[in-house]
């Protein structure tokens, strides 16, 4: 559990962060014995308070972060210092009452957890948070070009060169400016729209208003919204978040599922065992049915695939899981939160070769560390990890998270087992507050080095190598077809589109497979290819906005636009950033 006491986040110019000063994070902690999801936490933490062990690991990532330990009971008293409480693994009688207590004391209440190959995610920022900007991006802004008399009257426009965001959608308020003849829509309240097509709207009675001439701008209006999601009221009557319609009777599936898990661990006294008995699963689908939420008819395969491996504890589900709450966090000053819930899950794995024929003895506990790995995929799959050979190419924010994930997987930690970390790149400041490999003390150091000496501490069975050296062109002496056709994998974490374009290429000619990711702005992508089974990736194109990665521009420009991009930074940094910074002081 994670509790946060000090100033909020706040916003910062175009940017969000923290507010300096001390930040207080308090960690409830107990005992522990499976190391799998735990990268903070290694061997010799085993056995200890896991708050008192994870918070000495916390307090490195950042001196200005007080993080403190607290293994007491969660009292009122104790709760109602803090501003943020991040509640997980809890049982459901105490998340309702902390969210209670939490929602009508203002208190951010989020719920996070993460169960075998499911998770859930949900937020609850008080009786009346007001949220400034529900959108979180740029109005809409058009150019009129005619708006007729009548009742409605109808306004057509065209789009500014400069305007942002999505058209008009039916219910925006809008305002109008500079508009001549029809001057009486100039002083008006903000008033809806209705959507005709693609460039008019409707706007109500204009009738009585003097003829249009010309000119003027409509402009879309966003007022604050006020958000109430107790955690009582959302467990009955769910608002579920989905990528698309069809996702959604999945999710209040596993909505029902985590619901009557928990009233299965309130009779039992424990989760089902792993690749539970056929009573197990079934008394966890009998307890889903009777709990009368479901809006659409209960999905039994995916509640069975819930309960069968919800005593699996995966680090990459609790990494989704756990990034998600994080930034979640972050809106506490003002941003739209989750509404209200978030169901993510990976049980497609359950289908691949080899799983439907484990039996309850193959997930059995063995003591081992990877004890919560083997109750979902099973002991033999878990030494065929360990004799992996992979290649990570690029150590940065991406790269971390590889692995991190990988040394936690036991990821080449067995006989024949090989992870090669290839970086060209140094640690800088800059890196600390997303690279979370690395500390102040590694900064000028070469970040694959620090990298893998950062997972040989998270987990001192993997076999890692550190490189320094691109992977292009000019290495292929080193990185022959040879050396591909040798590895079981390749993770991408680069910053540039061309060397991504070319390690695919060498990934489809020798036939290995390939897991690229990479990030822009706030957007993401994680494409996997198995040649020959895949189609190659799609070629990647050139960043919509222009902007090329830092480090590339620092260290590795290898184009006239980053020299071009390089200089322009320098300026704006040297001339215009410091003229603003003074402007906004003297304001």
Excluded at 150 to 173: A, Q
Excluded at 450 to 477: F, I, L
Aim: with cysteine; proline share 7%; charged share 20%.
């Amino acid at each position: 559990m994670v509790l946060s006491r000090g100033p909020p986040p706040v916003r910062t110019g175009p940017y969000e962060g923290l507010c300096c000063g001390e930040q207080h994070l308090q960690i409830r902690g107990v005992p522990h014995h499976v190391l799998t999801p735990q990268f903070l936490l290694g061997e010799g933490d085993v056995g200890q308070n896991r708050a008192e062990a994870s918070q000495r690991a916390l307090a490195e990532l950042n001196p200005g972060v007080v993080v403190t330990a607290h293994s007491g009971e969660l009292s009122e008293a104790f709760l109602a210092s803090f501003q943020v409480v991040v509640l997980t693994e809890a049982p459901l009688e105490e998340q309702l009452r902390i969210g209670d207590f939490c929602h009508a004391r203002g208190i951010c209440f989020i719920v996070a957890d993460a169960k075998g190959l499911a998770g859930q995610l949900f937020c609850d920022f008080g009786e009346r948070f007001v949220v400034d900007d529900p959108a979180e991006g740029d109005p809409v802004c058009a150019a009129v070009q005619h708006i007729s008399q009548g009742n409605p009257g109808v306004v057509t426009y065209t789009r500014t060169e400069d305007s942002h965001g999505h058209l008009f959608c039916d219910g925006d308020l809008v305002t109008f400016s500079g508009v001549e003849g029809m001057v009486e829509l100039n002083s008006q309240e903000p008033v809806p729209v209705r959507v005709l097509d693609a460039s008019r709207l409707e706007i109500g009675d204009t009738s009585s208003f003097s003829p249009y001439l010309r000119g003027g701008l409509v402009s879309q209006v966003r007022l604050p919204q006020v958000h109430s999601y107790p955690l009582r009221r959302a467990l009955a009557k769910p608002k579920i978040r989905v990528a698309t319609p069809k996702e959604l009777p999945r999710s209040r599936s596993l909505h029902a599922a985590f619901q009557a898990l928990h009233a299965f661990c309130g009779e039992q006294g424990r989760l089902p065992s792993p690749l539970c008995p056929q009573v197990d699963t079934e008394r966890v689908l009998e307890l889903a049915r009777s709990l009368g939420v479901q809006q659409d008819p209960l999905d039994e395969d995916v509640v069975r695939a819930f309960a069968s491996v919800s005593a699996g504890d995966l680090c990459p589900v609790a990494a989704v899981v756990g990034a998600l709450a994080a930034q979640e966090v972050l809106k506490v000053s003002g941003f739209l939160p989750l509404d209200q819930w978030l169901y993510f899950d990976a049980l497609e794995c359950l289908a691949v070769e080899g799983a439907a024929r484990l039996t309850e003895e193959d997930c059995a506990p063995r003591g081992s560390r990877y004890d919560g790995q083997i109750a979902v995929f099973g002991a033999t799959f878990q030494e065929q990890l360990g004799c992996q050979k992979y290649l990570v190419v690029g150590a940065g924010a991406i790269g971390c998270e590889l692995l991190k994930n990988f040394a936690m997987m036991g990821l080449a930690a067995g006989p024949g087992g090989d992870l090669t970390i290839t970086d060209m790149d140094t640690v800088a400041l800059s890196n600390l507050h997303r690279q979370f490999l690395y500390r102040s003390a590694d900064i000028s150091k070469p970040k694959s080095v620090v990298a893998a000496t950062a997972v040989q501490r998270m987990n001192p069975d993997v076999r890692v190598t550190a490189h320094q050296y691109e992977v292009g062109p000019a290495t292929e002496p080193l990185y022959g077809d040879s050396f591909f056709r040798c590895l079981d994998g390749v993770a991408s974490a680069l910053d540039t589109l061309e060397a991504r374009a070319y390690l695919e290429s060498r990934c489809h000619r020798c036939l290995t497979p390939l897991l690229d990711s990479g990030t822009e702005g706030p957007r993401g992508n994680v494409l996997a290819m198995v040649p020959p089974v895949t189609k190659p990736l799609v070629p990647a194109g050139t960043p919509e906005d222009g902007t090329f990665p830092l480090c590339t521009l620092r260290y590795f420009p290898t184009t006239i636009q980053h020299t071009l991009q390089w200089a322009r930074d320098e300026f704006e940094g040297l001339f215009q950033l410091p003229a603003e910074h003074i402007n906004r002081f003297m304001e």
